[in-house]
């Protein structure tokens, strides 16, 4: 009896040490602890009250309740205590306060290395994928350096010097139907992008594996997703198949439900609300994807909260009296939901521009002082 005991724990050692995630074929045996890959999503204008109202539109249910440690962020500007987009993505992308509007530099105008420049240092991967134009702010922090985020042409002229290698998002025009005339797509094919667009379906792309992929979903902006955009989830899919098989030192994935944020803006709880379904399903391919490779930290957080959403009296599963009290962005402060090796970084009340810094300290990296 003892013997077979000792043959199926022998058995059970041998299978489950083959079963782990440790990176052998790389030559490396990383700690459990660190991750390889980085997904970082941002729900545009998700304050609790957004997570909310999703998850009560979702049988009660939200995929963020696979996240095991939470946070809140302080969201203030350098020069505002209501942040946008552009001040927020920044202090994410860069890890500086900056003025409203800013995309990838200081206060001071000045261009900030952000963490895909870091990235791709380590010989990462980097990509986004959202659901406003590649152009728009958020996106922007992660790859431009412009003074202001509504110069959507430099932004997109800036794209060709970030060594991204996918983004998937609408803006079209801005590569080229440009004011300027200059059509840029000729430029990035040269830098090795295949270019695609809504044209061909996710399934159907054939991307030779030294090539890297833009992909626009929309000639401007992308339609809200009650209008037939379905793109979010299946995207996000493709982007972490793509960069898994291609970098072999892991990756960094920017993932936006860009328009959650519109709904506020145009308080529209419907809208809202639709956004906040659509996000889900993406965090559910993105939870999936993470599980199953066991080396993935998944950071969910929102630039800031839009609208002033409350929840009110009166309100039944699936149909919720939500009253705004706000068109635009408020200042409570936003929580940050983390899962996967790295995640217990993340817990605490803390500034925005502190996922930076604990993204990389997940990561292992060194944290200098000047960054
Ligand atoms: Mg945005
Ligand atoms: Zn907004």
Redesign the pocket.
């Known amino acids: 009896m003892n013997k077979i005991a000792a043959v199926l724990l022998v058995f059970f050692l041998f299978g489950s040490c083959r079963s782990s995630k440790v990176d052998f074929e790389n030559g490396t045996s990383r700690s459990s602890k660190k991750p390889i890959n980085v997904i970082f999503v941002i729900g545009?204008?998700m304050g609790l009250t957004q997570v909310t109202a999703g998850m009560l539109n979702n049988f009660n249910k939200i995929e963020l309740e696979k996240c095991t440690t939470i946070g809140l962020i302080k969201t203030h500007a350098a020069d505002d205590l209501i942040t946008?987009?552009a001040a927020g993505a920044t202090a994410f992308a860069t890890g500086k306060k900056t003025y409203l509007g800013a995309i990838g530099v200081n206060s001071d105008t000045l261009s900030v290395k952000n963490i895909f420049d870091k990235a791709k240092k380590k010989d990462m991967g980097t990509g986004v994928v959202v659901t406003s134009e590649i152009t728009h702010a958020t996106p922007a922090a992660f790859f431009a350096h412009e003074d202001y985020r509504l110069n959507y042409e430099n932004i997109a002229q800036d794209f060709l010097s970030s060594d991204m290698d996918i983004a998937i998002g609408g803006g079209l025009k801005y590569f080229r139907d440009r004011r300027d005339k200059k059509n840029l797509l000729p430029k990035l094919e040269k830098k090795g992008y295949l270019i695609r667009n809504w044209q061909t379906e996710f399934h159907k792309l054939q991307v030779p594996q030294d090539q890297k992929l833009i992909y626009f979903t929309a000639l401007d902006q992308p339609k809200r997703r009650s209008k037939g955009r379905v793109y979010l989830p299946k995207a996000t899919e493709f982007a972490m198949n793509f960069l898994q098989e291609r970098s072999k030192s892991g990756f960094m994935l920017m993932v936006e439900g860009s328009q959650i944020?519109?709904g506020?803006?145009a308080n529209n709880g419907q809208y809202v609300i639709d956004e906040m379904l659509d996000f889900n399903e993406t965090l559910k391919k993105i939870f999936d994807f993470a599980e199953k490779d066991g080396h993935t930290l998944v950071v969910v957080t929102a630039d800031?909260e839009?609208g002033g959403l409350a929840i009110k009296r009166g309100s039944e599963l699936h149909n919720l009296n939500l009253k705004f009290s706000s068109g635009?962005?408020t200042g409570t402060m936003i929580p940050v939901f983390a899962y996967g090796p790295g995640a217990e970084y993340f817990g605490g009340i803390y500034d925005n521009t502190e996922i930076f810094n604990k993204i990389q300290q997940a990561l292992g990296w060194k944290k200098n002082k000047d960054q």
């Open positions: 545009d204008g946008d987009s944020d519109w506020g803006h800031h839009t635009g962005h």
